[in-house]
């Protein structure tokens, strides 16, 4: 029950930021990401497309783009919560799904497995400083996150770091928090 809270209320303060505010944010954040190693050492990137009050992910995948990057974005199934990666090479190769979410068209992709992940950007709303993270309820990242040997970081303000967030034992944290201001080491982890 406190995850809804704290998920709840996150998404009301992200949805009540000025939009100048979170242009800069947004700016900072890109900036500090394509000057990173993390970026910079990575040919594959798994990352989601935005909606809504999230970080934009769109300007993310152009920049992937620009630097010839392959940019896969997941598909889930909700049947039994999995998800697999598709490049996509233009976003006419997308279309909404449930919630709104954008995914690839599976006969205009092509899959990308797993471990040939070089970076991969995991969602969240609320996060703590070891990695942990409340993300939209659908467990799809917990149960993906195992088969994942790239990096994993989440992007995110420093208004969604709280100090500690409740914990289920299948709850697994990401490596790397990028904020406006830096990018931290959440864990230890051998790449």
């Known amino acids: 029950m406190r995850k809804q809270i704290l998920r709840k209320n996150m998404i009301q303060q992200l949805k009540k930021l000025p939009e100048d505010e979170r242009n800069s944010i947004q700016l900072s954040q890109q900036q500090l990401l394509f000057q990173s190693s993390l970026w910079k050492n990575a040919l594959t990137i798994?990352?989601?497309?935005?909606?809504?009050?999230?970080?934009?992910?769109?300007?993310?995948?152009?920049?992937?783009?620009?630097?010839?990057?392959?940019?896969?974005?997941?598909?889930?199934?909700?049947?039994?919560?999995?998800?697999?990666?598709?490049?996509?090479?233009t976003f006419e190769q997308l279309e909404v799904v449930y919630a709104g979410i954008e995914e690839p068209v599976i006969e205009l992709t092509s899959p990308v497995k797993n471990e040939l992940l070089d970076l991969c950007i995991v969602p969240g709303i609320v996060f703590d400083k070891n990695g942990?993270?409340?993300?939209?309820?659908?467990?799809?990242?917990?149960?993906?996150?195992?088969?994942?040997?790239?990096?994993?970081?989440?992007?995110?303000?420093?208004l969604q770091i709280v100090s500690s967030l409740?914990?289920?034992?299948?709850?697994?944290?990401?490596?790397?928090l990028l904020t406006e201001k830096l990018i931290f080491l959440c864990i230890s982890k051998s790449f």
Request: glycine share 8%.
């Open 46 to 89: 798994g990352i989601t497309v935005s909606k809504g009050f999230e970080w934009d992910t769109k300007q993310i995948i152009r920049q992937g783009w620009k630097e010839n990057k392959i940019i896969a974005i997941p598909k889930c199934n909700p049947f039994d919560k999995t998800m697999t990666y598709h490049q996509i090479t």
């Open 132 to 158: 942990y993270r409340i993300g939209f309820g659908g467990g799809y990242y917990d149960r993906m996150l195992p088969s994942i040997k790239a990096p994993t970081l989440s992007i995110c303000s420093e």
């Open 166 to 176: 409740p914990k289920e034992s299948h709850d697994l944290p990401v490596d790397y």
